[in-house]
């Protein structure tokens, strides 16, 4: 295990278990393009190429400059214990001698894209965005839910979430 905890319901003995955030493998990949379109010492947008151009007149239109970027996010599953439910009691519990979280919930994938235009006026700096996160749609169960009627449900973070803004620097 690579990040242990010493289970306290044995004293003196060194029985170790993953501890609750103990994903494993996380893995982070972000990158980005900045696309200035108004800067002294560039070329004019008609004598650049063609996907500039486009990129120029379409959704970078009236931006001193463009960023594209994206994030990309992997991790393990996250570790738990299986829990058993006491119909008399109407509790869920783990039982006294079962090991602590020899389980994994699936691993979290998530994809994130975005775009930011970036207006220079005077010493003010407007930047818009948007961002698409979560752009696989992909359902990331973030942990359990154990009703009181003993059933489980999984909490899920959310699926794709557009979200845009703007920030004035000045």
Do not use: C
């Not at 990949?29 to 800067?39: E, N, Q, S, T, V």
């Not at 001698?97 to 020899?102: C, K, M, S, T, V």
């Amino acid at each position: 295990y690579s990040a242990l905890g010493v289970d306290p319901r044995f004293p003196g003995e060194l029985k170790s278990y993953p501890l609750e955030y103990d994903f494993r493998n996380v893995f982070n990949l972000i990158g980005g393009y900045k696309i200035p379109f108004r800067k002294p010492g560039i070329k004019p947008l008609k004598e650049r190429p063609l996907w500039i151009r486009i990129l120029g007149k379409t959704i970078g239109a009236g931006a001193d400059e463009l960023e594209l970027s994206f994030r990309y996010r992997y991790v393990g599953g996250k570790p738990y214990s299986k829990k058993s439910y006491n119909w008399n009691l109407r509790r869920w519990y783990v039982s006294a001698d079962a090991e602590l979280n020899p389980e994994r919930l699936p691993y979290y994938q998530r994809f994130d894209l975005m775009i930011l235009w970036h207006v220079q006026i005077k010493k003010v700096t407007m930047t818009s965005y948007v961002d698409i996160q979560n752009v696989f749609n992909r359902d990331n169960i973030w942990d359990l839910q154990y009703n009181a009627d003993g059933t489980i449900e999984n909490i899920l973070q959310y699926k794709v979430l557009p979200v845009g803004g703007v920030t004035l620097e000045f």
